[in-house]
């Protein structure tokens, strides 16, 4: 068993500069997606390049060499800022990088993001990936001293992870909105949430005991291998379909919001639990494959088709009637051999700075 540390991590951000590079389109901005076996970009990503911005604006301070002109890059990204491509998340995003890199728009992008706000339903109708992107964005913003407005419009998106997102078992729901789809949360919803919520600790003291709360509950539902599932039930507080399962989760976002739990709290199982997840990474998982190879690393490991939607709808109808699973955790998986540019930049965003985190 490869037991990661300090060499695992340099293993995993030697693949970034290379990986971000082959993601690169020639207006600079970057790729939706490549996929094996050519690995050539498809698509255009706003989005995912403001991801990789937020991640090479933490490198840089730590010293870490990507050798990309991340400055031309941002002058693309915001000569953009028009673009119906830009969700009312991305806007949260923009706030995250704009506060990080102190480039002085803020105040247009608060602005574009209260005007977007209501055609979309209001933050209560946001999923949560995106609410967290939004009130992360925010705090870091209300932190540097941001335009006015920007601390009124983070009350209400606290209010929606401290009250209205709040499920029973400590986990979050998936939007505000009352359905079916509220109470299944999917991953991302809650490390997202998690994120938001230890970011902004220094603006409402409930919100740190709110993110240890949900964090604990993924700590529990963590799988045997280490991976991070993909679909809860929040009522519940239970996992109802744990594939696929995403590298990402493992080696970046689950890391970006526990180890800065560890960091604010000193509590070791969130770093423990980010060990147990980059284990699976390098091979202790459902294959036995290691997810990092030949310069890149794997999207997922995933269900075949069709057996995938079998599982989904089967397992979350199963807990609506309070059963378990009804398509079990094995057999017909594969490994899904794509990967997408905000990964990488995610694993900056994790690991700058921190490369001696799990020694």
């Not at 938001?196 to 700590?219: E, I, K, V, Y």
């Not at 890149?296 to 709808?313: E, G, H, K, N």
């Amino acid at each position: 068993m490869t037991v990661p540390g300090r060499a695992q991590i340099d293993e995993l951000l030697g693949v970034v500069p290379p990986g971000l590079r082959r993601m690169q389109l020639p207006s600079g901005l970057f790729c939706h997606e490549v996929r094996a076996p050519s690995w050539q970009p498809r698509g255009r990503s706003l989005r995912y390049t403001a991801m990789v911005l937020i991640g090479l604006s933490r490198a840089e301070p730590a010293g870490f060499d990507h050798g990309l002109e991340r400055r031309a890059i941002e002058t693309t990204l915001w000569s953009q800022l028009d673009s119906r491509e830009l969700s009312v998340g991305d806007l949260g995003l923009l706030l995250w990088l704009d506060a990080r890199t102190g480039c002085g728009r803020g105040e247009e992008v608060l602005a574009r993001l209260n005007g977007a706000l209501p055609g979309a339903g209001g933050l209560g109708a946001l999923e949560g990936m995106e609410l967290g992107w939004i009130a992360t964005g925010l705090a870091l913003q209300v932190a540097a001293g941001g335009p006015p407005g920007s601390e009124a419009l983070l009350g209400e998106a606290l209010r929606q992870l401290l009250e209205a997102r709040r499920a029973p078992g400590g986990l979050f729901y998936h939007h505000g909105l009352r359905s079916n789809r509220r109470r299944f949360p999917n991953f991302a919803t809650q490390i997202y949430g998690v994120l938001a919520l230890s970011t902004a600790a220094d603006f409402d003291l409930r919100a740190l005991p709110a993110a240890r709360r949900a964090a604990d509950r993924l700590l529990a539902l963590q799988l045997p291998d280490g991976g991070w599932p993909w679909l809860f039930d929040a009522e519940r507080g239970r996992v109802v379909e744990p594939y696929e399962v995403y590298s990402v989760h493992q080696d970046a976002m689950a890391p970006m919001a526990l180890l800065g739990l560890w960091e604010e709290t000193g509590d070791d199982r969130y770093r423990e639990a980010v060990r147990r997840g980059l284990w699976w990474l390098w091979g202790e998982n459902a294959l036995g494959v290691s997810m990092v190879e030949d310069g890149f690393v794997r999207r997922s490991i995933r269900r075949r088709r069709p057996i995938d939607r079998l599982a989904l709808y089967a397992n979350t109808a199963g807990s609506l009637v309070g059963r378990g699973g009804a398509v079990g955790a094995d057999g017909a998986l594969e490994v899904n051999s794509s990967d997408r540019p905000y990964h990488l930049g995610w694993v900056l965003e994790a690991w700058s700075g921190r490369r001696g985190a799990l020694d």
